[in-house]
């Protein structure tokens, strides 16, 4: 089996994830994640949602603000999924932006925070490009925390029938 009809076949996983992180940042506005504390997440202006894996249907894509909101809510009670999101993480106090896509679990974009001025001193670029090292490490201690929560939880005898029956009651919810 080569790698595209491998990542074809756990595609689920990817859109069960992102809409996870829809349906958490909805439903506690955030995670603790290890290593960084709290996480507040904000959905951005990007969500695309499409069948689950081995359904038939289209695409729905929403741009913009609350109002296109409802269309993604409508397609999200017809059964289907994340396929791709702009989310917004705060972690202490700093602001990122990432582009998520479920297909092949990948950020494919990415903002971070505004750093410091770069000094002309060689000093001042070193510190930059730390400073920069490490926004990148939080995105990534971010990312990967989440999944582990959702993978936990998923995963659970006694949480995973737990987690997906609070998502589809969220999911079934009126104007939500």
Wanted: aromatic content about 6%; charged content about 25%; overall charge negative.
């Amino acid at each position: 089996m080569n790698l595209a009809e491998l990542l074809e076949q756990k595609i689920f996983l990817g859109q069960e994830f992102l809409t996870w992180l829809w349906f958490l940042l909805e439903t506690e506005g955030g995670a603790e994640v290890k290593d960084l504390g709290w996480v507040e997440l904000t959905l951005g202006e990007r969500l695309v949602l499409g069948p689950a894996m081995g359904a038939d249907g289209s695409r729905v894509t929403v741009s913009g603000a609350e109002g296109s909101l409802a269309e993604a809510r409508e397609a999200l009670r017809q059964g289907k999924l994340v396929e791709a999101l702009r989310v917004g993480f705060e972690i202490h106090g700093e602001e990122y932006a990432l582009n998520l896509e479920a297909a092949e679990l990948t950020v494919k974009s990415l903002k971070l925070p505004t750093t410091a001025a770069l000094s002309e001193e060689p000093d001042g670029l070193e510190g930059l490009v730390l400073e920069r090292v490490a926004l990148l490490e939080n995105t990534l201690k971010a990312t990967e925390g989440l999944l582990s929560l959702f993978l936990t939880q998923r995963l659970d005898t006694i949480e995973g029938p737990q987690l997906r029956k609070a998502m589809g009651e969220w999911a079934a919810q009126e104007g939500a």
